[in-house]
């Protein structure tokens, strides 16, 4: 019978629920700045893997996009434990998502930079104190659709009270 070491655990997939307003360049898809509640889901830690954060939100994009073309990052910072400590960012990056059109939008699931240490807390990035912009802002996609390109940039946040996403 094989035990496991106190370090050696998984945590489930966890979701939030978050609240972003977003703008984009072109002002084809959020023709100012547009109110958004979605989800923030994690996945389940690894030791050796980066983590992963995929969010849904409940908009469609008026120009279909074809899927894994955009560039997308969403931001968390750590509230506790191991690694940098508090107040370090996370960017979640990458170019996974399915096709963008008259459907939901689903963001990642994007990874980690590097695997997060086992016992670290975080949680969505709050940058609710501006308009967002290219220097304000908790997810940031890059549409690539030629012609219709645009940076679209959503600051927020997760609500008061909501857990933190724990590694």
Known sequence: MAALSTS????????????IACQDSSGALF?????????????????????KMKANLPVSNPVPVPPNSAAIV???????????GVGT????????HPFWGPVPMVLGPLAAPS??????????????GAPP?????????????????NDI??????PNGSADFSF
């Open 8 to 19: 050696a655990y998984a945590i489930p997939p966890e979701a939030r629920s978050i609240t």
């Open 153 to 158: 940039y959503c600051n927020g946040k997760q």
């Open 89 to 96: 960012v996370f960017d979640f990056a990458g170019t996974t």
């Open 133 to 149: 912009s290219a220097t304000n802002w908790s997810i940031k996609i890059r549409n690539p659709v030629p012609g219709t390109g």
């Open 74 to 84: 969403i931001r968390v910072v750590q509230t506790s434990g191991g690694g940098s």
């Open 115 to 128: 695997v997060i240490p086992a016992g670290t807390t975080a949680r969505f990035k709050d940058t609710t």
């Open 31 to 51: 023709p100012g700045v547009t109110s958004i509640t979605g989800a923030l889901t994690s996945s389940q830690s690894s030791p050796t893997l980066p983590q």
